[in-house]
């Protein structure tokens, strides 16, 4: 039997049996787990129950979110989405991926994993094979990569432009990078957190502001524009999922600005006060998504293998710069301590991995052992 990880009671996570032993299927690929990464964000809200999907599920047919539980084959209980594996077994009709082949999937944390190829594609998390010789941990940070890129895209960023990026977990450090790489003349960053605020700075953030700290003379959305000028950002990437964040991100841009929406919300609306900017300035409001069968907004030019990958070639090409925020690994059978870590200790923890049996054995005959901390 293979092992899943799973929400249980608010705030704690099991681990369960699957059955994984059957024969694949044609398409299908078995994998052998070696590393994971816990989203800080759908994950935690999935093992809190704070999400939508508590009480409700999302009808594919009607585009909306339906009182009751989801009686397709979707299990809003099992946990995560950014994996690394070996390819164990491949099935008829599977092309381009051989056995021994590392790749990265967008699935839950089990040990081991079988995987449709199309389906995973149609679902919005293709598998994209990784440099066989290469460290894992860039990897980690495939699935959260294509949403900050994205989100870049959706933000329509020029040659010139001025951009605010609100919440320095692993997205919002990963969109900084990616303005500066599309041209963005001023990264400006706001989190509370001092050491998020560093780590942005040493990323090649132009501002750090602690938004707490400018919330006594009117918040960080004033505060932008009395330091930029009646025009504030052109550009303001709203990752943290707090709603007082988002109002201040519409608070900042000027008129006919762009506010790019990437957080998960949760919960009523407290703090957007959609009658004071919002209202004024006429700003656009982009949810952006990349997932559940929203295709990017260039598609078919920009489809989401071609996101994945290359997001894959910017990591492993160095362009994106991931080693300082990767902070914890947990061991499978110890991942409570990831969740709790990341529950407990947010000035510390920006993203914490699950190490699978097979980890350390990988990474010495690839020569990176000496990379693991």
Known sequence: MAHVLRAALPGKVVIGEIDAERQLAPGE?????????????????????????????????????????????????????????????????????????????????QDETIVNIDAQREFGYPVTVLPTDAPLEPALFISLGTVALQAVHDARIKVGDRVLISGLGAIGLLAAQLAALSGASAIIVADPLATRRDLASSLGASEAIDPIDVAKSGGLGLEIKRRYGLGGVDVAIETSGAYAALHASIAAVGVGGRVVSVGFYQGDAIGLRLGEEWHHNRPDLI??????????????????????????????????????????????????????????????VIKVAIVFDGYYAHMAKVGHLNAVS
């Open 287 to 348: 949810s952006s998504m990349g997932v559940w069968s929203c295709p990017h907004r260039d598609y078919p030019l920009w489809t989401r293998q071609r996101v994945t990958d290359e997001v894959r070639d910017l990591l492993y090409g160095g362009k994106l710069k991931t080693m300082q925020l990767l902070t914890h690994r947990v061991d499978f059978r110890d991942a409570q301590r990831g969740y709790d870590l990341i529950m407990s200790n947010r000035a510390e």
């Open 29 to 109: 690929v078995r994998l052998k787990s070696l590393i994971s990464a816990i989203s800080h964000g759908t994950e935690l809200h999935f093992v809190r129950r704070t999400s939508p999907f508590a009480g409700k599920y999302f009808d594919a047919a009607l585009r909306a979110f339906v009182d009751g539980t989801d009686k397709s084959e979707h299990d809003p209980d099992v946990l995560g989405y950014e994996m690394v594996s070996e390819v164990t077994e491949i099935g008829r009709g599977v092309n381009g991926i051989r056995v021994g082949d590392i790749l990265h999937s967008g699935t839950p944390h």
